[in-house]
T-cell receptor
């Protein structure tokens, strides 16, 4: 029972390089999310997808793009990485995106941009 | 706009002592409140949640939290802390569309 799977777990990029963070869930959830976690700042929502075929900006979307490839997969792309994007990235999902539902989290991707 | 404040960045308690982690929120309607725990190198795991009914909610690992509307608080408690409880704890508030607003977290250190 994998839950939410993120790849890669670690990544080092040079400024200006691009990369895609992958996320997949096997719980048949409708809603998926990307958060970033920075020291002393909690988790901040980058983008979310309420259902397959829809995506919306969160609190800190600049510099990122997302794709909801299908119901299972939600990827996050950095087109031109910047040092300010050094962070730990978490993908999460929830059954229907309702307020009373908890989030199911992946184990995170630690990204360093030099 | 909604917000969540965790006033304590870091708390240290002795093993076996009681614990209380504070959480205050700001939201104009009935909040959906959550406590998550994050162990090093891991994602967040739900401890407990509140959205209606009894204001004292029980969670996993012996944790409980009390919702106090008059104080806009949702403090997490545990009567006797174990060394394995050392982790980072996040309070979160859900509004609509399932989007969560998180506090900045409280790091718990447990002394032997």
């Amino acid at each position: 029972n994998a839950g939410v799977t993120q790849t890669p777990k670690f990544q080092v990029l040079k400024t200006g390089q691009s990369m895609t963070l992958q996320c997949a869930q096997d719980m048949n959830h409708n809603s998926m999310y990307w958060y970033r976690q920075d020291p002393g700042m909690g988790l901040r929502l980058i983008y979310y997808s309420a259902s397959e075929g829809t995506t919306d900006k969160g609190e800190v979307p600049n510099g990122y793009n997302v794709s909801r490839l299908n119901k299972r997969e939600f990827s996050l792309r950095l087109e031109s990485a910047a040092p300010s994007q050094t962070s730990v990235y978490f993908c999460a999902s929830s059954p229907a995106g309702r307020s009373a539902e908890k989030l199911f989290f992946g184990s995170g991707t630690q990204l360093s941009v030099l | 706009a909604q917000s969540v404040t965790q006033p304590d960045i870091h708390i240290t308690v002795s093993e076996g002592a009681s614990l209380e982690l504070r959480c205050n929120y700001s939201y104009g309607a009935t909040p959906y409140l959550f406590w998550y725990v994050q162990s090093p190198g891991q994602g967040l795991q739900l401890l407990l949640k509140y959205f209606s009914g009894d204001t004292l909610v029980q969670g996993i690992k012996g944790f409980e939290a009390e919702f106090k509307r008059s104080q806009s608080s949702f403090n997490l408690r545990k009567p006797s802390v174990h060394w394995s409880d050392a982790a980072e704890y996040f309070c979160a508030l859900n509004t609509n569309a399932g989007k969560s607003t998180f506090g900045d977290g409280t790091t718990l250190t447990v002394k032997p």
